[in-house]
T-cell receptor, first 121, second 112 residues
Framework: EVQLLESGGGLAQPGGSLRLSCAASGFTFRYYAMSWVRQAPGRGLECVSAIAPSGATSFYADSVEGRFTISRDNSNNMLFLHMNNLRAEDTATYYC??????????????WGQGTLVNVPS | QSTLTQPASVSGSPGQTITISCTGT?????????VSWYQHHPGKAPKLIIF???SRPSGVSSRFSGSKSGNTASLTISGLQAEDEADYYC????????????FGSGTKVSVL
């Protein structure tokens, strides 16, 4: 059974940093592209970052470019999101999501339950 | 960020058929057949129920079906059941810069 377990969320001050982690199991992690998708309170979903299986290629939404860094540890089946210079508008539940192949144009077929990040204004 | 337009809410009685629309543009829904739909029960992990406009992942009920016409994709739920009460989001790959893909604004399905 595929499992994606996020951790690392919490309260952060504006301008502060957090590191989100996602522990993956139940599939061969190194073969699949991965992403972080967030949902702000009362709003829809937004993909903030995605990463290729090898980690060599990554994508960032304009809203987080230059502040967030996605990375992965294929040896330990872990996905990370390093968040710097946090803003109130980054307040959201952050989901770790697996693509169904190595391509980031494909659908996300498995998601975690999310971790909440709160940056008060 | 840009979002695809969905109705805020749709309701139906058990056994009925409902349809949720998802309207995009010629930069996303209208040009790509990479439309997916996700079911989200609050507090739980979102679940992929339709991909590539009309394909169903293994294990997803055949009561869920998808289609597309022009810039609008649709999700149809037939034989509505209490367990279908959830939020539904459409998603499409986009050629717009600055974002990888776009999600819909979300539709709350209520089973009366």
């Amino acid at each position: 059974e595929v499992q994606l377990l996020e951790s690392g969320g919490g309260l952060a001050q504006p301008g502060g940093s957090l590191r989100l982690s996602c522990a993956a199991s139940g599939f061969t992690f190194r073969y699949y592209a991965m992403s972080w998708v967030r949902q702000a309170p009362g709003r829809g979903l937004e993909c903030v970052s995605a990463i290729a299986p090898s980690g060599a290629t990554s994508f960032y939404a304009d809203s987080v470019e230059g502040r967030f860094t996605i990375s992965r540890d294929n040896s330990n089946n872990m996905l990370f999101l390093h968040m710097n210079n946090l803003r109130a508008e980054d307040t959201a539940t952050y989901y770790c999501a697996k693509y169904d192949t190595s391509q980031i144009t494909r659908p996300r077929d498995q998601w975690g339950q999310g971790t909440l990040v709160n940056v008060p204004s | 960020q840009s979002t695809l337009t969905q109705p805020a809410s749709v309701s139906g009685s058990p056994g009925q058929t409902i349809t949720i629309s998802c309207t995009g543009t010629i930069s996303d829904v209208g040009v790509y057949n990479y439309v997916s739909w996700y079911q989200h029960h609050p507090g739980k992990a979102p679940k992929l129920i339709i991909f590539d406009v009309s394909s169903r992942p293994s294990g997803v009920s055949s009561r869920f079906s998808g289609s597309k016409s022009g810039n609008t994709a649709s999700l149809t739920i037939s034989g509505l059941q209490a367990e279908d009460e959830a939020d539904y989001y459409c998603n499409s790959y986009t050629k717009n810069s600055g974002t990888l893909d776009v999600f819909g604004s979300g539709t709350k399905v209520s089973v009366l």
